[in-house]
């Protein structure tokens, strides 16, 4: 059996996309949780809010680079319908969730970033789900206008999403000549 049967055919797939994604993930995770816990000791509200646009682009680099360096070699090895989609809901939400804790951040530090109907006593989950909301939202590009963004940082943010779903987009069509369905 050759390298692309014996991926395609075990758990060799999800063993290398585990293996390839889980940095950017504890990036993810860990600039979120840096974000929201812990620089709001150290800075006020206005360099913040530039911190959590660094730590965005910093997110969006990291997540495209595991999307079009490393995980080519995995798609390169596995063409089945069933691991494109695993990878490609792997980058949608990393995408989706990063934005929203970015989005949650700023509503928690310069809450004038945004209009919405959140206010000054809304739970933390509340705003996360709003603002995961929001990032779904934004990611599919339909944009209701019941959350928008009002800064400067704030729309740099939206636009950063914007351009990463770009980039999952492009990424999709160009392998969609690679994907075989299983019979």
């Given at each position: 059996?050759?390298?692309?049967?014996?991926?395609?055919?075990?758990?060799?797939?999800?063993?290398?996309?585990?293996?390839?994604?889980?940095?950017?993930?504890?990036?993810?995770?860990?600039?979120?949780?840096?974000?929201?816990?812990?620089?709001?000791?150290?800075l006020d509200s206005f360099w913040l809010s530039w911190i959590i646009l660094l730590f965005a682009f910093v997110k969006a680099f990291f997540i495209v680079k595991l999307a079009f360096k490393q995980l080519m070699k995995i798609i390169n090895q596995s063409h089945l319908l069933s691991h494109i989609l695993v990878l490609f809901g792997l980058?949608?939400?990393?995408?989706?969730?990063?934005?929203?804790?970015?989005?949650?951040?700023?509503?928690?530090?310069?809450?004038?970033?945004?209009?919405?109907?959140?206010?000054?006593?809304?739970?933390?989950?509340?705003?996360?789900?709003?603002?995961?909301?929001?990032?779904?939202?934004?990611?599919?590009?339909?944009?209701?206008?019941?959350?928008?963004?009002?800064?400067?940082?704030?729309?740099?943010?939206?636009?950063?999403?914007?351009?990463?779903?770009?980039?999952?987009?492009?990424?999709?069509?160009?392998?969609?000549?690679?994907?075989?369905?299983?019979?």
């Open positions: 059996m050759n390298k692309t049967n014996a991926i395609e055919h075990t758990d060799d797939f999800y063993i290398q996309l585990a293996s390839k994604g889980w940095t950017t993930i504890a990036l993810i995770a860990g600039l979120a949780i840096l974000s929201i816990w812990g620089l709001p000791f150290l980058l949608i939400s990393m995408i989706i969730t990063s934005f929203a804790f970015d989005f949650t951040s700023l509503q928690f530090f310069a809450p004038e970033s945004f209009k919405s109907s959140l206010n000054i006593e809304s739970s933390s989950t509340k705003v996360f789900f709003e603002y995961l909301y929001f990032s779904t939202i934004t990611f599919s590009s339909v944009g209701y206008g019941d959350i928008f963004p009002t800064s400067l940082i704030a729309k740099m943010l939206v636009i950063l999403e914007v351009v990463l779903r770009f980039f999952v987009l492009v990424f999709g069509i160009a392998n969609v000549n690679r994907i075989r369905v299983n019979k």
